[in-house]
């Protein structure tokens, strides 16, 4: 089975998603610098949502070029990832919309969580189809960053209710984790 | 004609649906866990028709590896597929908003339905087409659980009006008879 | 220039448009088949619309198969019927909110009768790229259809005044001559 | 590293802000010709608008037409340019709803300003990573429209303040640089 119409349909899922969330940002009734002003927890979210969504894309390209060929199980897994990816611009909108309160930034942290967990049952589906010696086992390697990810999200998850700010803080961190250059950050695990 | 452009269109519109129907998912004004509570209808028919989606996008999948070609009337065929497949959103976004209610749930099951008729009349389109001893006649077969679906629909559809949870637990039924695995379920029936 | 992209990208932009007006059939309140009578004039435009969309992708598809390359001035022509088939959402909410009131059906007219011309445009454009005696101009043909779209959109226009009925069945015969399948009609009009 | 799917992502993204921003032309509740008046402003930010992501995604093609190959700092670069075009939907909403106000129109020239650099910053990693003799570097150039437009931008950006009417001319004569033939820009430079 082709691998290439599940990277189209994925790449057509999440561009929609890392796009329909600028729609949140309702253009104000003033006309003057401070009606932006609310608009700035808003605008925060959505980059930070746009970043996260640009890295799963990032990695979905990756892991996919790795990949020889899909099955039923692969088409499911990475449906189920796309499931939760989807639930970002609402996670997004609730958080952006309440100025980072307790709950919200929570389940902003859940849904990352849940998305995660997703991403490394795909990768888990595609080295049990191509085998534990295939390039793409080989490419996923320990997957350090992968499990770090989850660990990270975990901790931050309950912090949120003694403080959003630290939670906050570990997602822009886990965000940080993957936008630095793969090579230099498994060098120094590797040390 | 090639038919890479259709599905490369039937992509892009099945992604966009799946997507869009999370826009009904509206952030709630409330910042605490109890302001998610009146969401959980809404979410639950969101996943249901996520699967359905996926569902119809994964056999689509199918379906089209095994054409070697369309034509006019196959292109039409698959809009009136695609047809139906649009108006999900708007049937979910009605069960959602009125916990489950019986006239949104029986449109719920009509949508499907109808959604399921035109899949079949693309199934036989598509047989027309390449004749019947080539390889997607084989392929579509007997086609089980394309009939069984039609037939369980028409079933729940006035179901709705006795118990909403009956339909609802028939619509679930059927997702799970198109998530199981193909083989089995064929092995048992041909059992 | 490869061809490739700009087919990509309008199917992008169509499947969009064409799932985008889907969000203006609001979910209504009420939960009864009454609360769906008042989106009975959305819904048959809605459908309208969906069709025309189709015949346009559909004559698309077949106009970028027979042309070989494509150059900027191309891109553009494709670009400029891609803005006219954009305001096809708002002509069909306007249209479907109104009950089919003169202005909504005159306006839903002109933006077709526009994309009509921004269609006539990118066949000649390809025609003039290609040479006379192309594939792509023989495809083309004597375009009867395109011509007589143009021509009975530009009646229905003013008629819209008179009776928006004459003029919506007008927009239907239209999109009942593309949907007949062209030998046919070719045939009657080499007659 | 294939150019195919970020081609593809892009295509998606972009098609998806030029298609949502027609969502901010609302149906007006009048049925006559005065009703559509108040939304000219917005109609013309609409096609402003659409004719820079027009440009934008005219651009982008030729641009990657011209690359070999792409890495991860360019998969980054690209999704930087794509979140600052993915603000004009919300700057055109602003400047739209606002007549021309001087803060909107500020904006949406700081939106364009920062595309312009975005757009800057992915060209040069792609000469970075093709090397100075390359196709790429060739095919950009001196890079003249690209450099004007920023300082075109620059120059708008304050003028806002002073006169909305001045600015707006501006944002219009860069998009008539880019919709000018290259060669014949090219030639008067060049002379």
Redesign the interface.
């Known amino acids: ?2 691998k290439s ?5 994925s ?10 969330m ?2 949140e ?5 003033g ?3 401070a ?2 002003y609310p608009l700035i927890p808003k605008f925060l979210s959505y ?1 930070l949502s ?1 970043i996260f969504l ?1 890295i799963y ?2 990695n979905h ?2 892991l996919l ?1 790795a990949a020889k060929h899909v099955d ?2 692969i ?2 897994a990475n ?1 189920h990832l ?2 939760w990816l ?2 970002i ?2 996670a997004t ?2 958080m952006g ?2 100025h980072i ?4 930034v929570a ?1 902003y942290g859940l849904v990352l969580l849940l998305a995660a967990i997703a991403y490394f049952i795909l990768t888990r589906t595609l080295i049990a189809l191509h085998g534990q010696d295939s390039t793409i086992a080989t490419a996923i390697g320990s997957d350090f960053k992968g499990k770090i990810s989850v660990v990270l999200y975990a901790v931050a998850l309950p912090l949120a209710f003694i403080s959003t700010l630290i939670s906050s803080a570990i997602y822009v961190g886990v965000a940080i984790i993957w ?1 630095i ?2 090579k230099r950050i498994e060098r120094k695990v590797a040390a």
């Open positions: 089975m082709s119409r599940m990277e189209a349909f790449d057509g899922v999440i561009a929609i998603i890392i796009t329909i600028v729609l940002l309702r253009p104000p009734h006309i003057d610098l009606a932006l980059a746009f640009g894309w990032n390209h990756h070029q039923g199980r088409l499911w449906l796309l499931f989807s639930l611009p609402f909108a609730w919309e309440n309160a307790s709950w919200p389940l936008l250059p793969d």
